[in-house]
């Protein structure tokens, strides 16, 4: 099969690149988190963010926090989340996390202790579904992995359940005054 096909597929048939429209990317070093308040919630019932790359500097084992919002970015949730996710790990195998009762989402395969790591990075899709839709929950579905003393990939997904419209979402440091980086681009998948 060629690789152009190969990639339609993956995409689950998006072949059309006029479908997929960029709404924001975000570049950053060096600070505490980073926001997308523009979502075009009500133009696009599918968003797609693609972690180009993202790293921080503090030695937690935890990633980056994501949250969501539903004042524009004025405050974030802090109960309602749900994820799971599969982690196939390097040397260890599968290990399968789930938690029903989160305060955020974990961005997965987010790499840590980048000063221990020099080039160390995490990559990642993420499929996000109803945010402008305030009858359903918002959830996601991901794919990411990262480089660092092991290699991992992550599997998995995860939602807010409770309804309501989400308008806007931050990554950060769990407010513990670390510093995050990374490239991150939100997209829209027009007639979804």
Known sequence: MPIGQAKFGLLGGVA??????????????????????????????????????????????????????????????????????QEIQQGTGFINNYDASRNHFQFQGAVEKISNESG???????????????????????NSYNLQTLDSS????????????????????YGIGYNIAGKLSLYGLVNT
């Open 120 to 142: 160390a990075r995490a990559v990642g899709i993420y499929y996000i579904y109803n945010l402008g839709n305030s009858s359903q929950y918002t959830h996601y579905v991901a």
């Open 16 to 85: 059309d690149l006029d479908k997929l429209k960029l709404i924001e990317t975000k570049t950053f070093s060096g600070v505490n988190s980073v926001e997308f308040t523009n979502l075009k919630e009500s133009i696009y019932k599918t968003h797609i963010l693609i972690n180009h790359y993202t790293y921080q500097d503090y030695v937690d084992n935890s990633g980056i926090r994501w949250l969501l919002s539903t004042n524009g970015g004025t405050s974030y949730i802090t109960s309602g989340y749900a994820m799971g996710y």
């Open 154 to 173: 992550y599997l998995g997904g995860g939602f807010y359940n409770t309804t309501g419209t989400i308008n806007a979402m931050k990554f950060d440091d």
